[in-house]
């Protein structure tokens, strides 16, 4: 690491959780999947005190701001036994003439094979819709229960969750959060510090920063490096301009935090 802060006492390091999240699959896309949320391995405790350490600050704070909820599309609205009833000889007709806009996402999302039954009715996509939300809701409380692991890992380790992030049932992937920028925005005009350290490559930050800077308030950013070297900076280019000082984290240390054995690493000789 080689920060150009000087000594600073009090430091509070603000987390966009997301978007860690997004750089660390992009950092070691070789070694993440995409269905995990982050290393359960991970050692933050040493990461946050290596960077507090770099800079010499005496008290640490940390504030990792995540989503709270996801919000499905298209929505849900029944259980599982009105799903059951859907199936049902009974209630088919009655519905089949409520499955057009499931026969519109099947044209439109090529990738969403609606199957049909032995009458050629097309099976009932809400229903697929729903079995993936039930998975969604299951991993959503796997997630909390590790962040709040994380924060039991080290003092002052608080988890802030606001807003959501938008989960799409048709195929399956995780879209833009909403709430957790303006949460953590918030969080660092109020809190109490010497300097503030922003683990966020968002460029949406900048008009945070020089507010909190006209406040007389010293921020740093954190920036990435590939295995090549090369920095992942994406819109944090523009937070490195603005921020006093920029924290950079080579890719083997990353890795040594987040105890992640790279694939191309060479591999340690046995005796």
């Not at 860690?20 to 993440?32: D, K």
């Amino acid at each position: 690491m080689s920060p150009t802060q000087k000594s600073e006492r009090r430091l509070a390091i603000f987390v966009d959780g997301q978007n860690l999240i997004s750089n660390i699959r992009t950092l070691f896309y070789n070694e993440i999947s995409a269905a995990e949320y982050l290393p359960r391995k991970a050692k933050w405790k040493w990461l946050f005190r290596s960077v507090a350490n770099s800079i010499k600050a005496t008290d640490l704070d940390v504030h990792w701001y995540t989503i709270a909820d996801l919000d499905f599309t298209p929505h849900i609205d029944w259980g599982k036994e009105d799903m059951v009833k859907f199936r049902d000889e009974g209630e088919r007709e009655l519905w089949k003439r409520r499955m057009i806009w499931a026969k519109w996402i099947a044209a439109r999302y090529r990738k969403c094979k609606c199957a049909e039954d032995k009458d050629g009715v097309l099976l009932d996509e809400r229903f697929r819709c729903y079995e993936w939300q039930t998975e969604m809701n299951r991993r959503m409380a796997e997630w909390k229960s590790l962040q709040d692991a994380m924060a039991r890992s080290m003092p002052n380790f608080f988890i802030h969750r606001h807003g959501w992030q938008l989960c799409s049932l048709v195929d399956r992937q995780l879209k833009k959060e909403k709430g957790v920028d303006v949460a953590l925005a918030v969080g660092m005009m109020e809190a109490d510090y010497d300097v503030a350290l922003l683990f966020s490559s968002d460029g949406d930050y900048v008009p945070l920063v020089e507010a909190l800077q006209k406040k007389g308030k010293k921020v740093g950013n954190v920036e990435y490096e590939f295995r090549t070297g090369k920095k992942l900076r994406g819109t944090s280019r523009r937070l490195t301009q603005v921020t006093d000082f920029t924290i950079e984290i080579p890719f083997a240390e990353m890795a040594a935090f987040l105890k992640i054995e790279p694939v191309d690493a060479p591999k340690k000789s046995q005796s």
